[in-house]
T-cell receptor
Framework: GAVVSQHPSRVICKSGTSVKIECRSLDFQATTMFWYRQFPKQSLMLMATSNEGSKATYEQGVEKDKFLINHASLTLSTLTVTSAHPEDSSFYIC???????????FGQGTRLTVV | AQRVTQPEKLLSVFKGAPVELKCNYSYSGSPELFWYVQYSRQRLQLLLRHISRESIKGFTADLNKGETSFHLKKPFAQEEDSAMYYCALQGTGFQKLVFGTGTRLLVSP
């Protein structure tokens, strides 16, 4: 199967700072990448869908100015949590697919803790 | 609206017992349904999708449009099946997946 790598796997940051999470497809070109957020013992909630070279499509209720998504190449998408607050602490997961109706491969997730 | 419901948070069975993890969905069109599995300390991975009609690791799932269900079944559970299982739906023409809340399967020896 294809490999998707997230970095970092764990990050602690201070309130008010910004943190960037990377999602890379290591052995395939990802036309589409997805960013999810998962609260403890809850399901994955889709935050946004990004297609390479286009602006991300955000789900309802997700602040695009707070969660900046960039998908500048076919192998890399980044999620930047700006001016982070403790309530942004969560597990963020990305997935990547080659295109429509193709399997999405998941990264290992990033645990963000804002103190 | 697209919705996936997994009514059981935890399913505990003994090794060799049959397993059925329930999944119901709400969608007005013809969805594509998936089961994803997450083993301890590992990433989420696709277990099976309804259009492939495969049996993966002994698991099968049949899409029942009348009951809007996509239950995951295995006749004889193994300890290594212990994991978190998520049912997911992809709407027609949509790329995104909508996930259920997940069911933790615990298979005891």
């Amino acid at each position: 199967g294809a490999v998707v790598s997230q970095h970092p796997s764990r990050v602690i940051c201070k309130s008010g700072t910004s943190v960037k999470i990377e999602c890379r497809s290591l052995d395939f070109q990802a036309t589409t990448m997805f960013w999810y957020r998962q609260f403890p013992k809850q399901s994955l909630m889709l935050m946004a869908t990004s297609n390479e070279g286009s602006k991300a499509t955000y789900e309802q209720g997700v602040e695009k100015d707070k969660f900046l998504i960039n998908h500048a190449s076919l192998t890399l998408s980044t999620l930047t949590v700006t001016s982070a607050h403790p309530e942004d602490s969560s597990f963020y997961i990305c997935s990547a697919s080659r295109g429509s109706n193709t399997e999405a491969f998941f990264g290992q997730g990033t645990r963000l803790t804002v103190v | 609206a697209q919705r996936v419901t997994q009514p059981e948070k935890l399913l505990s069975v003994f090794k060799g017992a049959p397993v059925e993890l329930k999944c119901n969905y709400s969608y007005s069109g013809s969805p594509e349904l998936f089961w994803y599995v997450q083993y301890s300390r590992q990433r989420l991975q696709l277990l099976l999708r309804h259009i492939s009609r495969e049996s993966i690791k002994g698991f099968t799932a049949d899409l029942n449009k009348g009951e809007t269900s996509f239950h995951l079944k295995k006749p004889f559970a193994q300890e290594e099946d212990s994991a978190m299982y998520y049912c997911a739906l992809q709407g027609t023409g949509f790329q995104k997946l909508v996930f259920g809340t997940g069911t933790r399967l615990l298979v005891s020896p």
